[in-house]
């Protein structure tokens, strides 16, 4: 379709329906809360939360929150709050955010629409080395049990059924201690249903994310990071899958009536890394200033949850735990950048470094470094920290995507 | 045609005008001042400067490339375009063989990787840390009490390898007080804070991936740094050449894109 002929559109109706979910979500953790007839459970995005649903526990996300915080301008706030108590400024901004908000509603000061409280902590440390201390402390602080599964980092050499077959047992001994904790039994047929569901939302998700290896694309990175949320916090229920369906249509209708999101799109670009959660109004102006699309990311792969099948439903959670996304080696991160790259058809990278997000941020180097070499594609890496605005240097970084604009102009002419 | 660059670094503001055609024959003008706070007015009085040289004024020229920190703060210039593809336009122009740009200012670090063409290929620059650039070593230079100009020379004198423990540039400044009451050599301690300046710039010249016989360049204010110089070519194991001025470069750059505006 000739550029003259596509019609500008920057509102996805999938948006409102999002918008839907999560304030149906939270308006239901509130009345939760107050009526006190579900347990709450805060938990990890890699952790095998199947079994928490399966044992009906309202579960809630502290990084999804700590997200949010950002988007909001409220995380500094809630970071100011834990380091009056003597944590360090270098912690994960995210931990900060959570520890923050959790010492600000046990003192009584209030935090930024606050999670409801939790009665258990779950946490996988699949997805970074801080994130179990970090539970510890929340552990402590709300004076209620937590258990941690162990997941072992997915490297060459390693025995991958049996760190697969390490996280089972795992998981079963998780059951026991649910069951005597909610003095209910472990209902198996429930968790099928619970693991078809979420097979149904990743398939649905991904299909979804491949939308975009259309050019022109629907829709930006930045209208789709909002839609990890059903797939990490609602795939147990038909609703997340039901969302997908109808994104997928409507990114589909979209490509065939040539809506794109954005005007003047000359460069199809990939981001590396957690976005800036309060720069991505700034980001998304500034990229499309300078003509330049971000289509992409790999931090789509940490909601992907496709190893779920109802046909081995507890194995398939096990597995789909310990083969999450963060838990994978530095070079299979960099093949499927390299594969992301081509699929989608990419022209260059943006890689967000996050100062305090050492384990997404160590391997950031690497792949850029591998982009570079095997595809001859120009990179940037940008400087920020998860949710801390503190350290967001906002012209150094536009400097750099202008850099990044003008040497693809140079490569095109 | 009469076009101008004025390149607004963090210390210092440079203007080139560069004239040509129309009975003016070919002709280049240039001039320096410290950028201070007033970006626009220094601008302005850089370019004026650069200008009367030449017995021209502001009223004769065509087009104006702003690149630098300040870049944006211009009002009078044409375009703004980073000091990436500045300072690849103006290496190129100089040195037409060279595909690998150092460019280290008082604030950044910026390394260019170029084709033959002198397009930019790949870049990098250092992260949001005064350690590894001209900051660094003005700092440095202050707590030793050695004038900058002089503190690559004396660091050349060195006879004791020392490693300081610290690159951060408030530590650092500790540091070089807490060695100086041990009576460790000034020279010493330059040399070290040298190799520390050399090693930064060195880990991001290896990450843009260069040619292993590509032609350096250096520019910025810290190309003026002899010591700086001899450890990267060490680093290298090749030459790097460095032009006459060094922190004109980007603003002639700026120029010459100035020229080939559409």
Known sequence: MGEETLKVNQRLEAQKRLGKLIQGHYSYAREVEKKKDQLIAWTTSGAPNEILWTMDFFVQFP????????????????????ETHGYERHLCTYCRNS?????????????????????????????????????????????IPMINIDSPLIVPGMDQKEIVDHVKRQCMDLINFLEGFTGKKFDYDRLKEIVANGKR???????????????????TFFDLIGHNFPNLVLRFKPEAEEHYKMMKAELEQRISDGIVPMPNMKYRLYWDGVPYWFAIRNLSEKLQSLGMCLVTSTYF??????????????????????????????????????????????????FAYALSCKPFSISMHYIADTIQKKLSAPVTIIEGDLVDETFYDEERNNMKLQALAETLAAKKR | ???????????????????????????????????????????????????EKVQLSFANVDKIVSTGYGRISIPFSTRTIT??????????????????????????????????????LQFAM?????????KFLEIAAQALEIPLDDLGKISLRSRRRITMSSICTVFAQTEIVSLI????????????????VANRIFGLINSVNPEAKARVVMTGGVARNIAVVKLLERMLGREILVPDNPQIVTALGAALMAENLD
């Open chain 2, 83 to 120: 000091e990436i593809t500045c300072n690849a336009a103006g290496v190129h122009q100089l040195y037409p063989d060279v595909t690998l740009a150092i460019d280290v200012g008082g604030q950044d670090s910026k390394i260019i990787k170029m084709n033959s063409e002198g397009k930019v």
């Open chain 2, 181 to 196: 009451a041990r009576r460790t050599d000034k020279e010493d301690i330059a040399a070290a804070l040298h190799e520390a």
């Open chain 1, 201 to 219: 939302s990743a398939e649905g998700y991904r299909e979804v994310l491949n939308a975009n290896r259309h050019d022109p694309v629907p829709a």
């Open chain 1, 63 to 82: 990084e999804a929150y700590a997200a949010t915080c950002g988007a909001k301008h409220a995380a500094h706030a809630h970071c100011v709050i834990t």
């Open chain 1, 301 to 350: 792969e940490v909601f992907a949850f496709e190893r779920l099948d109802p046909s081995r439903p507890l194995d398939s959670v096990a597995e789909n735990t310990a083969m999450f996304y963060l838990n994978r080696s530095v070079n299979y991160k960099a093949e499927v950048t390299e594969k992301i790259f081509k699929d989608f058809h990419l022209d260059a990278g943006v």
């Open chain 2, 1 to 51: 045609m009469i076009v101008a660059g004025v390149d607004v670094g963090s210390q210092t503001t440079k203007a080139v005008i560069l004239g040509y055609g129309q009975g003016f024959g070919g002709f280049y003008s240039e001039a320096m001042k410290p950028t201070g706070i007033d970006v626009p007015e220094v601008s302005k009085m850089v370019i004026g400067e650069a200008l």
């Open chain 2, 126 to 134: 250092n992260d949001k840390c005064a350690a590894g650039t001209g």
């Open chain 1, 99 to 143: 520890l923050g908000s959790t010492l600000a509603e046990i003192e009584g000061k209030g935090a930024f629409d606050p999670l409801a409280r939790p009665d258990f902590l779950l946490v996988a440390n699949n997805s970074c080395i801080l994130i179990t201390k970090w539970w510890e402390h929340l552990s402590h602080y709300w004076k």
